[in-house]
Structure formats: structure tokens, C-alpha cells
């Protein structure tokens, strides 16, 4: 199944601002919650934790990074939201996963919201993602438990690449970062399929071509809606003058922001080639059409007369001319043979072979 | 019966600029006027009230909502002008229903314009409504009783949210927010319409599927050109220095603006899908004609020669050859299947089946 | 008629620029000028004036609006110009009467070029209006007679509105707001027949619907290319720092900006709607097509083989099957009802019915 | 022979930047050169002089025209450059005659590329000219010999008009008027074609149409690319702080820019025009098509049945119904009449007459 | 074989921001390595050396041009890297050969990446180049080895223009300069092609047309793509201070900026021309199409009624008409000329022929 290309907010409807409703499908599991707590000599990890777990004091010179996988629990984004004062329009548009990517800079925080794109059985799905960025934790928000953080935990637990040496700026930063670069996947994927389209189109004609155009062209609408505001997010970013981000942060940010637009360059050549695709498909349907209707125009340019003709010596008339010994077949057969010949020529001048 | 595509204005021809016109259909239902003053403590709610009872000196402390229900009235307006020292090109803008949104900031009063948009009998319908935000009042101006504004009322009446605690602005940005959220409702029959239109535009063939295509057009021009200036609004709100609006105000602002953009992208998507699904109509409508022209050349192709041979041996020629005995049904038939095999095979090698 | 898509400027061709060339239709009938001279207290009228008498001295605190009728006079031109000390490239500007919308500020006068917009016997004619305000007078060039400043002249007469108890730039607030009105029935009346030629695409099929939609996109362009260029000159003017504009023109002009905006959205939602239009007729002659098709598809598919079998038999050949008493018409005709039933069942699944 | 798309410049492969290589075709004529020197009192007129000539000192309060005409001598071109101090990439730009028009300002002279186009042949041409305008002198750089600039000769001769009166920056504004003011027979010649073609495409039906809306579509393409970044050029010198401009220069420049702003409006809306019309021409194709099908559909529908009966009886069965006296003609021939009725009936329904 | 429309990331997936791994094909070849030192008095060259040759300090006053022919090789960029003191960030970036073209400004060093553009084997390529312009040194990384750089390495060498006697940033200028001088040959080619093209679409109808519009468009969307960021990167530039540019670099930048702008306005024109020629190819489809339908059309109408006619006398029923005498042929062949008369008239009043 392809993704609704709208979420109800139904059980919204009517309730007063900043009041916190799950927007989206119905889910059974619980929610699942990992910590990780770093600093450069050591880290701890727990997994499947309590949300009440999570609000212990942060060590000195630590990092926490709080993941939440899911945000249908209403009554733990709640809690999150009491324990680390965050907005509760903040904690809503968590909860709205059909937001807009954006950023919103507070007080004691920073507020991301992106989207993770990735395919899943052949159908692109976009997930939304939320990041908070405090003085020492990030809290990021997932709606399905995935696999995208993966290299980052790895590279805490091995103490690889800068991330344990860094502050929090740095882990949201590689948050960040693992989002935008799982785009190209993505992107790759497509690139394939239009290559794979286009010897289809051009070399091969079938009916179901045209279907692969209409899926690809609308992925390309629903990844750049969502990648779009992204170029936004980041300029947003790097006017800030917030403390939680040091300078490093913002050299960084420059390498996302080019990723960024440069996934929207590949949308946009992918977007026009699918353009131009659609309109060969268009003109060899209708060189389809044209070849159908020239065979059927010569078939019958030929054949018509002549039955005719075989109509006409097969009247019940006095014809005198069919009393000759020569009327058939030399002269019945000489004539078809000439219609056929002239009709032939005919064709040939007007290039119809 | 769809919406007029623009309201007559003749009514106004010719009148000086700030003359109190009526624009739109004509009423014969009288305006009917809602008050609500509160403050923390209590509230005074009062139904079907004349224009003369609001005119009332408002209780300290106290928020004072007229909502009145149509604008066809011109002397209700042009009373409600003169006590709450409203400019008369306000009022003419309120009585003109094909107003753009828009936001105006007075010495007094901030005026603002926008739509409210819903699904009435299955056709989309854009209503105007005003606001009038005062000092400790807020009048609202709909052209139909509505029950759009139920749930703020509810909320008043049971002092749930913040709404009770506030002040005016608050009520304002209380009316302006349920109006956007309605926006999402019509936003998702939209979005559920296109994908069965595009369910049928790709798995089955109706004529009727390019009536629905055109019908989701026309209501996304009609709600782009609605939503599309509130942009405008809020950043033009952002601005503003007035002292009737409150810190809090400006942030509750920013969740609208996010809202309305939200729309304005789903709108651009739901656009350009529609696009792609009538690309899509007209190749399979290209495609259903290749098919039956191919069906036609076929059957011509096959017969059309036969019906010759056939009209051969039927001439009252002396035919040497089908005096033998072996000539029918043997040789005959034998011609006749070897023809059918021959176009067989060459549609075949033609990819016609 | 039509208008032309543009005006020959032949007649200017390598003269210097300022030089005073008319450039439109060639005209015969003299050029007629009206004067209005108002105060709070009373007002002159006169019609049919001779250009020199509008060069009296002007009373105090009196407006002195000349109204010239027709451009094509280049002496009556070049004395107001000698008169009022015009620039010799504002009045090349007034005679050229293909000229952009577009406001200059000099000295003493500010200069506005617009475009009188209506329908002329089913056809829609622009017109150029010049209007040059100076401080106790106001020029206005049409280059037809009309009745579109009549209200005003009514409002004069009989001092009704503001327009006697103001200056100059309130007369000039008028006529701007005068011709921006006159839009609107215009407007209208596409949008009608918008509306009709929707009722004939979408419910019943004409050929000439095409060349209205024609029509009706020629008129939007030139429509929208007369209009879209006043909100620069409204925006000009509301940056404009002349002492010619009191403080209540500028909000007026808001008023002005506010229609010529929600013009411009008119025009814009009118072709978005015509270029839906035009694809659904495109797409619906293309059923029509299909139609035809199908329906020679059927007929020629149940005739064709049956008209192959009575050719078989009305051979004169021997053929042994003919000679059983139960062939003519129990067998034969059974096995064309057959062939017959096939087709249809055929059919039928293919949904061609 | 229409104009190159775009001009090889293969001569200037791997050169150091500066070096002088003309791009263009090759070209026999030599370069012909006119120079004028003027003040109030009196003028001097030569032609054809040798570069050299133009090199005297220039008398006080003089100005000195001189007008190249062929830019293919790169000799003339390097000596012009030695002895005015212009640098080489200016000498670059100037023999590159596919340079985008531009302005830029040098220390001691302000240099200029515009596109003169004009109609040669019924084919569009685009030529270059370089415009370098220094304290006393103009330099006129032309890539044919043309008449264009006659007028303004004309007007020097005979003290016509300001120009002797001015300083060269009034000359310099008199040559980019004069190409200006030539753009404009060209899109006269143009709105005319449109005219004709919109006659044609409406009311009669030429498969030339579509290739005479080619070629103008072409000719707005390159017609746009050489006036659209005038609009820039315009912008530019009217920042210019140079002294080389006096006062009134700007405000003829202002009038050049409206001019281009209007050449550049009235090829925006022949290009939307062109855009319907072509709308239009494939509808009336596919209308066209309709026809010959559904003359096709009711001749084939009417024919084939009856065929297939007459086919029928001349079937050499027992057929027991031909006997009867009345079979011919009166029961067959009221069979046939009575299909033939149906049939029409049928079609008449169908609304295909 | 084409280009891929993305290349793949996956090596990289899951790795910490600046790790180095190279985005491309595998290749088998080593890295050749080129080095020029030179001063205005002389000069060195060696090719194919090892990078650590390139790390012996450079001399005063000369400047050393390190040419990198390949950058598959990471541990090479390392080595670059850690010598020049580049950032991990900028060395990625080289590697990555699907970057988007950028500079960034440094400390020590600015870093340019741009496209070089060429036809081989009848496909456009696109080759990465990587720019490093240090204060007495310029890295330049190419994916293959060329021969773009020849003409500068002649210019040096016999120390032509201006490059022996400036610093390294005119050597810098000189290689974007030659890159972008080598998109006009490709530009020209494809000019040549469209012209080719035209003709085709025009004057004869060939079916591989539509491939070549197809090819024309994809290369012009990947080539523009290539190139527009090009406009960022010289504004960039010329609103930078780094010291490492000299006061005529930035001369020379405008007039790369120029041919830059130059370029995208061909490919502007380009493609708004295939545009058009695609237009015009489906129409004559069309036009195709409707010619060989009225030639059926016209076959069939003449004849199908005659074969009736021909079958009515065919059937074997007693006829009274054809016992006269005149019957036949006279009668008979006198209906016959009369329909096919008629019809022949028909078709010319139709304008069918």
C-alpha cells in the first residue's frame, strides 16, 4: 500500500490549540525508548527503558540522547514535554506527523522537524522525524523503530569518527546528517528506474510504462515536498545565534545544506526527463496508431477495388466482354495485377512502407 | 448548484468609494447576533439579540464577542460602524464577499478578511468572514450561520483551555485558528478523491473519472486563491506593532502561518498530481483507441482478402481451375487457412496481440 | 472588430524623441473638452470648450478638472503642454496610446498612464487614459468620448460624497477608482461565460466551443498585460512623497490596490480554469473519436465475417455441404447467429458497449 | 538562410582571454568607416576615412562620431583599442558578436552592447552593435553597413532636434533610441502574422499554419533573448554614477527602458497567443479527424449490412423466401430502405451530422 | 554507453561526515600526477611523479600547479590533504563526483568545484574538476586525464599572455576560463544538431526524430544543470576578500561570469526551441494520421457503395431491371461513374484532397 497523501486530523478537529492528539495510523506496540548517555572516556546504553527513566540528572560533561521510536503514546510526550518545559505547541506538531519540516529556535532548545525517506516493499515512505536539541541531550522522535541511527550508535559504542569528543550540537548534527544522506538511496533508486523507463520507452514500447512514469513523477512530488523546506530549515539554522550550537556546528551545517540541494537538483532533472519520457511515450503511441492505420489503409486500399471488380463478373447481367476466351485469367488477373502495382507505387511515394 | 465563479458588483456601480453595498446573493432570513462577554470568572452568553443590546459599556477586565450572522444587513453594519468608530471602507469591505484576505491595522481596531471553506452537498463552498479586533472586542462578520465557531463557544462556556484567561487576541487567534483547521477536513476529501480518481485512472477506464478531475481542479484554484493571500496575513500580523496583540499572540501566529502552508503545500501537490493523472487519462485514452483500431485492422486484414477470393470464384467467368475436383473444398480452404496463418504470424511478430 | 495587437508606430519613425506623433486610428471628429471648476460652495460646468478657454486662472481653493475627449489632436496636446509646463515626453506618452500602464512624479504634477477596460458589441476594447494631477487641477485624456466618468460628474453636480470638500488628488483618487470599477463588469462577464462554456464542455459537445475559449484567453491576456502593471504604480505612489497627495489618498489607494489585486487573482483562477477546460475538451474529443471507432469497430467486425460467408456460398463452385436440406436456413443461419452471439459476448467484455 | 543558432567560436579555442578573434562569418567587404564632428555652430561629415584619420585631436566642445561598420578587421579594432585606451576584453566583447547585450563602466568611457533586429527577406536578422561613449566621442561599432542611424545623421546635418546642442552622452542616448524604436516595426510585422495566422487557424484550415507558428514562435525566442537583458542594462546605467551622463540622460533613459519594457510585454503576449493558437490548430486537427471518421463510421455502417444481404441472396443455396413473386423488389428493396432509416435515425441521435 | 543519472553513494552510506571514499566508477589505471613551477624567468615540468614529489617547498616568487588526473585513489587526496592542510570536508567533497558545482572560501585556500563538459563518442560527458587556489599554489583534481589543460600548459611553457608574469590566481582564472570556453563546441554541436533537427521536423518526417529531441532535451537538462550553479559560484567570488585574489581577477571573473550567462541563454533557447520542434513533430503526427484516414476514407467511400451495387446484381433473384437490353453496360456503368462523380465532388468540396 502507497501512503495517504493526506493524515486525518479528525480527532482533532474542535480541541483548543496545544491540545496533544496522535495524528496518524493506529498502533499497538508501545512505544520504545533507548538512551544513550557519552562523554569522551566512557558511554552508557539502555534500551527499552522507561520514559521516568530518562530524567535522572545528566552527568557533567555528558551527552544524553533519548531516541523515542513512536509517538502514538500521547502520555509520554506529555511527560518528556513537563520534564525538559518544552512548548506544548511543540509537543503537538511532534504529534501532527504530516508537519512541515521546520525549525523553531527557543529558549533552552532547539526544535527540528525532517523526514526520512526510504523505500519499503518497492513504495517510497516518508517518515517524520523530530529533533530536540537541548545544552546537554538531543530527544529524537520516530515514528517507527528503524535502523537509520544505526551507524551512529555504532560510532558512539567504538568511540569512532569525532561524535564522543563533541557536544550535543555534534550528535544532532550526525542525526541530521544519516537523515539527508539515506535521501540518496533513494534517489539513486529512482535515477535506476528512469534509466530503466527510458530504454523502455524509447527501445521497447509497453503499456505498463506508462504507469512507472505516474509512480515515479508522483514520488519526485512527495520527496521534494518534503525535501523543499529543508533548504529553508538550514538557512533558518545558520542565522542563529543560539549558544546550544558552536561554531564547528555551522561548517557542518554548510555540507548538509549542499546535500540537501543537490537532492533537489536530482528531483528536478528527474522531474524534467520524466517530463520529456512522457511526451516520446505520447508521440510513439501515436506512431503506434499511425503504423496501425497505414497497414489498414494499404490492406484495404488494395483489396477493395478488387473485390470490386470480382464483384462486378459475378452480376447476373449479360456482360459481353466475359464471353472473350481471353477474359480469364489474362485479362481479369492482368488488370488486378495493375491495380495492385499502381497501388503499390502509389504507397511507395508517399513513403507509407 | 457550484459557487459563481465572481459576485456581481453592479449593484455598487457607480457609487461613491465607501457607499455600503451588499455583494452577494440576496437573503431573506433577517441577520441574526450572538453575544459572549467573559472573563476569568463568568461568562454572559446571549442568542438572537438586536445590534442596539452590544452597545453596551463592556464590564472591566471583560472580553465582549458579537458574532453576527450574515452581512446582507446594511443598517446593522453601518450601526455596528458607527458606534465601534469604524472607517467606512472596513465596512464596504465586509459587505463585499469577494474580498481577497487581507489584514489591515487601524489606530483602534486590527480588521481581518479570510475564507472559510466547506464541503456543502458535495460541492466545495468559500464563505467571507471578518474580524474586528478591539481593545476588549472582537466582532465577527459570517455570511451564514455556521457552526464552525461551536467549539471555541464550548470552551468558553466551560472555561477548558486558555481562552477564559486571555484576552481579546486571544479570542481573535482562537476564531482565525478554527477557521484554518476546517481548512483540513475539505483538504482530505480532497486528497481521498484523487486517490480513487487515481485508483480509477489507472486500474480501471470511466468517462466520468475527467468530470472529477476537472471538478478537484477548479476547487483547488478556488481554495489556492483563498488560502494562498493568508500567507501574506500572517507575516503581515508578524510585523505589526499594535499594542492589541500579546507576546503570546505572535507565537500562537506562527502555528497558523505553519498551518496555512501545510495546506498551500498540499494544495501544490494535490495540483500536480492531477496533472500527472490526466497525462495519464489521455495516454489511456490513446491507448483504448490503439487497441480497438488494432482489433479493427485485424478482423479487416484477415477477411478483406478471403472476401476477395471468395468474390473470385463467385464471377460467372469460365474458371479453368475449379473444374477440378480437388478444388473445393481442398485447394480452397487450404488458400484460405494458409492466408489466416500468414497475417497471424505477421501480427504476432508485430506485438498486435 | 477585434483591436489590433498593436499599434503602428510608423508615423514616429526617426523623429526625435519627444516629438509629438499621434499613434492609433486615424480619427475625423474634433477633439471635445469639458471643464468642471468646483469649491465646497458651488461648481461651473462647461462643455465643448475651446482648449483656450481652460487656460483662465484657476479661483482659490477651487479643483479645475479638464476632461479632453480624444488624443488625436496634437496642437490642442501640444498647447496644454506649453500651458501647464508638461514635459514634451509625458505628452509623446499620452499620444502614444500603446503605452505601458505606468506613474511618473515631476515637479509639479504627477503623470499616470492606465487602461480603461469594457466590452464594445460582444468585443473587448482597451482604451488609454492619461490623467495628469497638479495642485488645484486634474487633466484627463480618454480617446473616445464616454460615459465612465458620469457618476462623478453626477457627485459634482449634486455634492453628494466627499469629492467637493476634498483637492485634486481626490478627484484624481476618483477617476482612478472609476476605471478600476469599470474592470469588474468586465470581469464578470468572462466569468459567465466561463461558466457556460464549462455547462458546454463538460455536458454537451460544440465545436465552436473551442474559438470561445479562444477568445476568451486572448481576452485575459490582454487583460491581464493592461492590469498587471498597476500595482506598480500603485506601489510607486504609495512610496510617492509629492505634497500633491494629502494623507487620505494614500488610503484610498490602498482600496484602489486591494480591487486591481483581486483583479489580477480573477484574471489568474479565470485562465488556470480555461487551460482545465481546454484539456477536458481536448480529452473529450478524443472520446468522441473513440466512440466513433468502437461503434465502426463493432459493425464492421459482425459484418465483415458474415459477408466472408455468404461470399463462400455464393460461389459457383461444387460445393458438397450445399446440398443438404437442412443447410438453407437452419444451419447457416445458426452459425451466423453465432458468430454474431461471439462477437457481442466479445464485446461486452471488452466494455466497448 | 535564417540566422545560425549560435555562432561557432572555434577560431578562439585555447587562446589567452583578450586575444582579438572576430566571430562571425567571414566577410570580404572591407570595413567602411563615417565620422561625424559637431557642435552648435557647425559639423564636419566624412565617409569612408581610414582609422587613422579619425585619431586628430578633437576640438573643444565638440563631439565626435564614429561609426564602424564591419567589426571582421581585427586590425581596426586593436588600433581603435591603442589609441582610446579601451581594454582588450572590451575589443573581445565587441568582435564577438554573440555577446549578451550588457553595459559596462570603465574609468574613462562607458561601453555598451545591444542587438539591432530588424526583417531582411521575410528572416528575422539579429546583428550587434558596441556602443563606446567617452567624454567627447561616440563609437559605433555595426556588423553590416546599415541605414538606421540615418535619422539621427539627418537630424546633425540639419541641427534638428537637440543632439547638435548636447553633449556625446545625448548622441550616445540618440543611437540606443533609435535601435530601440526599430524593434518596434518588427513586432508590428510580427502582430500582423499573428493576426493572420489566428484568421487561419480559426476560420479556415492550412497545414502551412503550424510551420508559420513555428517560425514565429523562433523568431520570439531570439527576439527575447537579445531585448531581455536590456531591462538589466537599463537598470545598470541608471545606477551609474559616472560623469560621463548628464542629468537628462536618465530621463531619457527612462523612456528607452519603458520602450524595452513594452517591446518585451508585447512579446510575452504574442508568445501566449501562439501558445493558444497552436492549442486551437491541434484541436481543429483532431476535429478535423473526427470528421473524416465519423464520414467514414456512417457510410462503412450503412453499406456493410447491406452488402452483407445482398451478399446473402446471391448465395447459390435453396433459399425457400426468393421465390415468393413479391421478394424482389418490393420486400428487399423495404428491407434495405428500412435499415438505411434506422441507421440514420441512429446517427441523427448520436448528433453525428 | 550514457551517463548514469546519479552516481551510487553506498560505499559511503554509514560513515562519519568527512571520511574519504571515492563516489564513481572503479577504475584500474593509477593516478597520474603533473606538476608545473614557474616564474616569469623560467620554468619546470614534470609529469607522472609521485605526490610526495609535490611537497618540496616552492620556491619564492614562482607558482606551483599540481595537476591530479584521477581521484580514485584516497589515499592520495589524504596525503594532499594533510600536506596543504585542507579540510576533511573540502577532500570528501573532490572525491564525491556527483557535487553540485560550489566554492568556499578558507583560511588559507579556496576551493572550486565546477563541471567540464565535452561530446565523446557522440554522448555529452560530464567530468568533475576540482579547484584548490592556495597563495603560491593551485591543485587541480580531474576524473580522467584530459587535454582541456594543454593550451595553458603551451602558454606557459612558451610563455604566452599574461600566466608566467601573474600569481596563481590568473592560473586559477586560466583553467575555469578554458573549462568554460570548452562548453561552446558542445553548445555549437547541439546548436547544429537542433538546426539539423528543424529541418527534419519541417521539411520531411522521419520517426528517429523524436529520439534525437529526446536526446537533445537530456542533455540539455544535465548540462544546465551543470551550469547554472556556475552563476552562484562567480557571485560568490566576486563578493569575496580573500587576500589569494589579485584586483584583475576580478575583471577576468566577469568575463567568465559573461560566458557563463551566455551559455545558459542558449540552453534557454535551446530548450524552449525543442519545446516548439517537439509541438510541431506531434501535430505533423497528427497531420500524418488525418492524410492517411481521408485517403481511406475516400478509397472506401467510392467503393463500398459500388460493391453494393455490384452484389445487388450479383444476387440470384428474378430482377425485371436487368432484362433490358441498355441494362448493362450502359445503365449500369452510367450509376457507376454518377456515384463515384459525386463523391469525387464531395471530397472536393470537403477539401479533402
Redesign the interface.
Known amino acids: 500500500m502507497t501512503q ?3 493524515r ?3 480527532k ?6 496545544g ?1 496533544l492528539v496522535y495524528v496518524g495510523k493506529n498502533k499497538e506496540n508501545p512505544v520504545s525508548i533507548d538512551v544513550f548517555e557519552y562523554n569522551e572516556e566512557n558511554y552508557i546504553e539502555k534500551k527499552g527503558v522507561l520514559i521516568e527513566e530518562c530524567f535522572s540528572p545528566i552527568q557533567e560533561n555528558s551527552v544524553r540522547w533519548i531516541n523515542i521510536n513512536g509517538v502514538h503514546d500521547t502520555a509520554v510526550i506529555e511527560k518528556i514535554g513537563a520534564f525538559f518545559q518544552i ?1 506544548s ?1 511543540v509537543l ?2 511532534i504529534l501532527n506527523t ?3 519540516p ?1 525549525v ?1 529556535e527557543y529558549e533552552n532548545f532547539i526544535f527540528i522537524i525532517l523526514k526520512m525517506i526510504y523505500h519499503y516493499k518497492k513504495a517510497m515512505r516518508i517518515e517524520q522525524v523530530g529533533l530536540i536539541l537541548g545544552k546537554n541531550f538531543v530527544l529524537s522522535f520516530q515514528e517507527e523503530e528503524g535502523d537509520v541511527f ?2 551512529i550508535r ?2 558512539i559504542r567504538q568511540n ?4 564522543r569528543k563533541m557536544k550535543a550540537d555534534y550528535l544532532a ?2 542525526l541530521l ?2 537523515i539527508v ?1 539515506n535521501y ?2 533513494v ?2 533508486n529512482m ?2 528506474r ?2 530503466e523507463t527510458e530504454d523502455e520507452v ?1 527501445h521497447q ?1 509497453k ?1 505498463e510504462t ?2 512507472e ?2 509512480r515515479l ?2 514520488e519526485i ?2 520527496f521534494r ?1 518534503s525535501i523543499w523546506p529543508l533548504r529553508e530549515v538550514t538557512s533558518t539554522l545558520e542565522r542563529t545565534d543560539s549558544n546550544l550550537l558552536s561554531e564547528s556546528f555551522f ?2 551545517l ?2 548538509i545544506r ?1 546535500h540537501i ?2 537532492g533537489i ?2 528531483l ?3 522531474r ?2 520524466l517530463a ?15 503504423e ?6 494499404i ?3 488494395i ?6 471488380l ?11 466482354e ?1 464471353q472473350f476466351e481471353w ?3 489474362q485479362f ?1 488477373w492482368g488488370i488486378i495485377l495493375l491495380v495492385v502495382l499502381i497501388m503499390v507505387l502509389f504507397f511507395k511515394k508517399k ?2 512502407f
Chains 1, 2, 3, 4, 5 share one sequence.
Open positions: 495517504k497523501l493526506i486525518s486530523k479528525n482533532k478537529k474542535g480541541l483548543p490549540p491540545a512548548h505547541l503537538e506538531d504530516d508537519q512541515r521546520k523553531e544505526d551507524p555504532e560510532r569512532k569518527g569525532k561524535v548534527y550526525a546528517d544519516s544522506d540518496f538511496p534517489l539513486e535515477g535506476e528512469i534509466e524509447i514500447f503499456k506508462v504507469r512514469i505516474y513523477r508522483r512530488i512527495f515536498k561548517l557542518y554548510k555540507d549542499d540541494i543537490e537538483d536530482h528536478d532533472s528527474f524534467d526527463m520529456s519520457l512522457f511526451d516520446i511515450y505520447l508521440s510513439s503511441l501515436s506512431n503506434k496508431m499511425n496501425v492505420m497505414k497497414f489498414l489503409a490492406i484495404s486500399t483489396f477493395i477495388p478488387l473485390t470490386f470480382a464483384g462486378i463478373y459475378g452480376m447476373n447481367l449479360k456482360m459481353p466475359v477474359f480469364y485469367p481479369f513513403k507509407w
